[in-house]
């Protein structure tokens, strides 16, 4: 309990809660539209936009922030407009961000940057700037879905049901796909690069388990990715391990866990 005296510490629940509220959100969108992939390529490829930053002097979450725009309508660019498949698409954007950030790491004058904080995430370096953007995401968020939420809800599950509906669904999947790519940018900080997509996708996969409706998975997502950096947060300071790997770990066994009983059969899934 003495952690909770220390300034970092508190930033560091504080960034979890908002960025858990965000992940929770738009985690359920990505995973009931089967966007796993669409994310991990959105997520890889604002390394180049990382890369960037460091290189020209930048704050490096800026231009993280327009790589992630960028790729994530990139990719609904060529997929749907000049007939590439999407999942090549994804590839294209993912290893284009990649190869930029290697590059412009490489070429950086002076002393390299410390990147394994974005690559693996450190949540402990959080400063108040990243609490406000991921505060503001979070509310921006939640208003959204307050106000738009069957729009959501019908271009989640059934596209052409919500076209039927006269729901403007590109514009609903456009203002998603802006809300990951922002996300993404937000969550790099909490778990890392190379570690996002679990966080996106994990406390989701959990919370369906035990409700059927998208609101309720959502509050659910939110208080189970939160729980699940806390604890992890702890762990990593008891046995002084990376606070992301440690945060994805505990989300991991914690799917498991719950997973189990409807495995064996002794509970049934919610339907």
Known sequence: MDLLHYTFFQNALLGSFFTCIACGIVGVYIVARRLVFISGGITHASFGGLGLGFYTGINPVISALIFSIASAFGVEWLSKRQGVREDSAIAAFWALGMALGVIFLYLTPGYTPNISAYLFGNILTITAADIWFAGILALLLTAAVLLFYPHILYTAFDREYAQTRGVNVSMIEH?????????????????????????????????????????????????????????????????????????????????????????????????
């Open 175 to 271: 203002l998603m796909m802006l809300a990951i790519a922002v996300t993404v940018v937000a969550s790099i900080r909490l778990v890392g690069i190379m570690l996002l997509m679990s966080l996106l996708t994990l406390p989701q996969m959990t919370a369906a388990l035990f409700a059927s409706r998208m609101s309720r998975m959502m509050l659910l997502s939110v208080l189970i990715s939160f729980v699940g950096c806390v604890t992890g947060l702890m762990l990593s300071y008891l046995l002084n391990i990376p606070s992301g790997a440690a945060i994805i770990f505990v989300q991991v066994i914690v799917f498991f866990i719950c997973k189990a009983p409807f495995a064996l059969g002794i509970c049934r899934r919610r339907r």
